[in-house]
């Protein structure tokens, strides 16, 4: 996994370095803000199939902050990021639930609250970011890789990053630690390493819109201070992609941006023996276009023609059952599509609203089809303290 890490940073951003500079985020020195960053949502995921269980999730998170920064290239922030659902009165100390049992026992009454803090430094084309880093959909994984449903589930990303933003090559390299283990913890220590990155290697016209892209995500669990009764062991698990992908942004009023893009995608389990299989290979080749400014539509097809499992990506994009933990499937082929429309007021306010379905066929079985429909308000109000 080190030696996998090493690579992959050294090629998309190592050889980088004689690239023309950028900067991906732009501070203001000697200014003090409060801003306070939320989400409503309402989420109804008809998922009655042999796959996965439906479910629906109303709730809000919000996130506080106080944010200075005292030099040009030094930002920091300090505040608490909370999570309720409507109608809950009891949280466990993680929110994203997966297939293996490495979380904590402890639980929080009323809401799923965390302390926030952020630190991070940019020079040249590199940001250091230490803390809750930059996460979810910001990574831009594909879509078999990553669900953007645990937008509204998942704890904030914690741990540390390195971003690189130049013409030719994008990289952002984390790591997310997820559980902390103390010695007589009956939990594991879990924590997760990610590279998304992009290439693109053409200069001419007509070519400067291909890029190549590599993905990675790679979780580990267990430790040294593991408890032996347990009987969990050491556990590493990976999903990976390699894909080209062509971008055009357009003049058109009705026509903004158009992405195709496609991929091998596997999975590997280096360690454990959580999975009955060691690797698996699948192929996914998808569209999507902006239009009108606020229309979004996706369409993919991806293909798992033996075993593969998605970390952290929708459960229909893999051969196992989330429903029945005993049930396997020998293939899966899954059609998928997603229409989003949001609208932005004056940079701080959204609404928005999406539809996301999927034609799949696990195995020899029948086919099923499952959508998912939802509602969200995503507010960033500013307040200005100080400037010097």
């Known amino acids: 996994m080190k030696a996998l890490f090493a690579f992959c940073l050294f090629c998309f951003v190592g050889v980088a370095a004689y690239a023309q500079q950028t900067s991906s985020h732009e501070f203001t020195p000697g200014e003090l803000t409060v801003q306070v960053e939320g989400m409503a949502f309402f989420r109804d995921n008809e998922y009655d199939s042999d796959i996965s269980k439906g479910y629906t999730l109303p709730g809000a998170w919000l996130r506080p902050t106080l944010q200075y920064n005292p030099l040009d290239n030094i930002h920091l922030e300090v ?13 466990p100390n993680y929110a994203y639930h997966d297939i293996a ?3 904590g026992n402890q639980y929080q009454d009323g809401v799923h609250l965390l302390p926030w803090f952020r630190a991070e430094m940019k020079t040249g084309n590199f940001d250091f970011v230490i803390g809750d880093i930059y996460g979810g959909t910001e990574h831009q994984f594909i879509t078999p890789l990553y669900n953007n449903e ?15 933003n130049s013409r030719l090559v994008k990289a952002d390299v984390f790591c997310n630690w997820q559980s902390f283990q103390f010695e007589e913890d009956t939990h594991q220590e879990a924590f997760t390493v990610g590279i998304a990155s992009s290439l693109t290697p053409f200069k001419a016209e007509g070519w400067n819109n291909l890029s190549l892209r590599l993905q990675t995500l790679v979780q580990h669990r267990g ?4 408890k032996s009764e347990l009987g969990l062991g050491v556990q590493t698990l990976c999903n990976g992609s390699l894909g080209v992908a062509w971008d055009k942004s357009f003049a058109q009023r009705g026509l903004n941006h158009l992405h195709i893009e496609g991929d091998v995608v596997g999975c590997y ?8 299989f060691e690797s698996g290979l699948a192929y996914n080749a998808s569209a999507s276009l902006t239009f009108c400014r606020d229309l979004h539509a996706q369409a993919g ?38 229409f989003g429309y949001s609208h932005t007021w004056a940079e701080r306010y959204t609404f928005g609203t999406n539809l996301e379905a999927f034609s799949c066929r696990p195995g020899d079985g029948k086919n099923e089809f499952v959508f998912s429909f939802g509602l969200y308000m995503i507010v960033k109000p500013q307040f200005l303290l100080y400037k010097k």
């Open 223 to 226: 430790g040294e201070l593991d």
């Open 269 to 276: 389990q280096q360690a454990g023996k959580l999975w009955d």
């Open 101 to 103: 049992k490495w979380k």
């Open 150 to 164: 645990q937008m509204l589930s998942a704890d904030p990303e914690m741990g540390a990053q390195i971003l690189f």
């Open 79 to 91: 505040g608490a990021a909370g999570l309720f659902f409507d109608g809950a009165n009891k949280y």
């Open 301 to 338: 097809f991806f293909l798992a023609p033996k075993n593969f499992i998605t970390l952290y990506g929708n459960p229909y994009f893999s051969t196992i059952s989330m429903k029945h933990p005993e049930l396997k499937f020998t293939s899966n082929n899954t059609a998928y599509f997603d």
